[in-house]
């Protein structure tokens, strides 16, 4: 039962970042490399926003921080959106790809100028929700991480569904030409998917750093929820979730019953299967690897 | 940008660059130093580089060695050995070191030590020592800091006052440093009387929790970790969340009262926390830690650490190598003062750091700490280690 509910967790965190992946792809068709950095520098500006509010992250400094990180983590989306990838339109997806690689570094570079490379944890949520008679836990912060998945995947689907914005940002992943030729702001669309991954990347750093802890390395989870959006399909919200708790199931399994070595290898073998069987991803549909 | 403004930035980028590298004069000391500023170990190389820096300022502030001031410069490696080779060649054609000082991760060593071999400029190691440095030691190479062998023996001797019995389970990331670390502790806590149980995961994991899992179903009666601050706090906050409370053992690869206070909020207790470590702790008695608390106190270091000791310490041993060296000081001569030094640390560790044309490691001091409250305490004296007890292969 704890490693059911660890892979739980731990899936919720590589599905909220796959689902930022797929955000970005749907509406720009460009790969974010950047989202581990993202995911984790708005973990330290969480953790560093704690230390302004409280020493004890508890009660109203808790919530005070968590207002600052959604607010930081907002605007930095439109900055990002703005300061390069609305220059880059028109341009071959691939170049807005390789400047999304650019940002990455420049963001782990940031946490090295910035938090020294410290190696901080954000301790909230840590204290045992259910103990198992034969030894074993289940923490606060597990049962926190997958309900703010299903809350983050179930918002985004009532605002993809139901929502006039939700409805012409469809329009305009779809086909953007036509989208703006209908009076949609296709700008304010792309900057909006912009928010949203950043929102949801910094919500799986912050997730991560108070299941574990955050450095430089841990920009590492990027790659696990770009292997997760890959497996998954790029341009599927269903297919996101399900590659997290894939990628989660099999570095956990491995790690437990196989050979803890090989933990983070697994989920690199899966991800070949899947894109030499189905390219596109299990979820993903064959158009959009085309326009591609 | 005017042409005028970017000159401006790159004038002020290069006077960055070295401490004071534009206005040595032909009788200063200039030595080098490369370690991982911007690496994945940054975060334990950037406080001992800030020691040793420390140090070297005070020094400086002082006169220098008879009047010779010391010019360091400083390249980072990013825990690169080709970085490493290359900032090496660079410090001794370009800045014309006598010697090369810190070096981050032994990985990156090797070829450094080749290198610089061909051209006979001595390298000081501080955190990691690799074997080369131990009797009969290779020629240019020593080292004042933490090897992973003697490190993994130190604890095995201490295990008794941390745990009377049982089975002791050692847990590091699959590299080389780990693996010997790892089976040094094995071979001396068997020694002991326990049983053993060992957990290596991925040097690139970043959620630790499964690994956690499997050490706590061994049902240890301690566990070790063999690895950096950041694993530390990782691995201790998942196996206190698996129910293990049992005592947990920070080897001092890296890590410091930092980590451990990092790990003790994070894991919600800091209770069973102990930390081994080859040098001493800012919240230890020792005149030499009232020097360095003094310095970063002057020259505004905030909190300095046990990393902050060991770059101080090599700084120590850098003046007294240079002294030695004397006025007319070139590589060679270097190389021979460093096999002549006997170093008193002023407390800061347990004993004199010395070397010998044979040995270029010397004995080794390490202590165990208890984490009470908010600050490590020490567990009994020092031990000594004078050599390997079982063989490296």
Known sequence: MELFVSILALGSIYALLAGGIVIVYKASRVVNFAHGELAIVGAYVFHSAGFLTGATLTGPSLLVTIAISAAGSTLFGVVIYLSLMRRLLGRPTFVAAMVTIGLAIILKAGIVVIWQSRSVGIAIGRQPLYSFAGGGRIAWIDLVSIVACVLMFAALAVFFQYTPLGRQFRGAAENPLLAAQRQVNVNLILALAWVLAVFSATLAGVLFGSRSMLSPQSTIIGLSGLTAALVGGLDSLRGAALGGFLVAAATYLTARLISPTLAETVPFLILLVVMTWRPWGLFGTLEELNRV | ?393
Not at chain 2, 70 to 75: K, M, N, Q
Not at chain 2, 183 to 205: C, D, I, M, Q, S
Not at chain 2, 249 to 265: F, H, L, P, W
Not at chain 2, 317 to 324: P, S
Request: aromatic share 8%; with cysteine.
């Open chain 2, 1 to 393: 940008m005017t042409k005028t403004k970017m000159a401006g930035i790159a004038f002020a980028i290069l006077a960055a660059g070295s401490l004071v590298s534009a206005s040595a004069r032909a009788q200063d000391y200039k030595i080098g130093y490369i370690t991982d500023l911007s690496g994945p170990l940054a975060g334990s190389y950037t406080p001992t580089w800030q020691g040793f820096e420390l140090y070297i300022k005070a020094l400086n502030d002082r006169g220098g060695i008879n009047g010779h001031k010391i010019v360091v410069s400083i390249d980072d490696d990013g825990l690169r050995a080709d970085r490493a080779v290359a900032a090496a060649k660079k410090q001794v054609e370009s800045n014309e070191v006598l010697g090369i000082f810190g070096l981050s991760l032994s990985s990156t060593q090797a070829p450094v030590i080749a290198e610089m071999q061909k051209v006979g400029v001595p390298l000081v190691s501080t955190f990691s020592a690799i074997l080369a440095a131990l009797p009969p030691a290779k020629a240019n190479y020593y080292s004042t800091g933490v090897m992973f062998e003697v490190a993994g023996e130190a604890i095995g001797t201490f295990s008794k006052k941390v745990a009377p019995s049982g089975k002791v389970v050692g847990m590091t990331f699959d590299s080389v440093g780990g693996r010997a670390a790892i089976l040094h502790n094995k071979l001396a806590v068997e020694k002991e009387g326990y049983t053993w149980g060992e957990v290596l995961f991925p040097v690139r994991t970043a959620d630790f929790t499964p690994f956690a899992q499997t050490a706590a179903e061994m049902k240890p009666a301690m566990v070790v970790g063999h690895y950096g601050a950041e694993q530390n706090i990782g691995i201790i906050a998942a196996l206190r969340g698996t129910g293990y409370t049992g005592p947990y053992v920070i080897a001092s690869y890296g890590a410091s009262e930092d980590t451990v206070k990092q790990a003790a909020a994070q894991a919600g207790s800091g209770d069973n926390l102990y930390m081994i470590s080859r040098y001493a702790v800012p919240t230890d008695d020792a005149p030499g830690m009232a020097d360095l608390i003094a310095a970063a106190k002057k020259y505004g270091v905030v909190n300095p650490t046990s990393m902050h000791v060991t770059g101080w310490v090599l700084g120590m041993f850098a003046e007294e190598a240079l002294k030695k060296c004397g006025a007319n000081c070139t590589r060679e001569s270097l190389d021979k003062a460093i096999q002549g030094v006997k170093l008193d640390t002023k407390g800061l560790t347990g004993g004199s750091i010395e070397m010998s044309a044979g040995n270029h490691y010397g004995p080794t001091y390490w202590r165990l700490y208890h984490w009470e409250k908010d600050k490590l305490v020490g567990v009994g004296d020092w031990l000594k280690e004078t050599d390997l007890a079982f063989p490296t292969n």
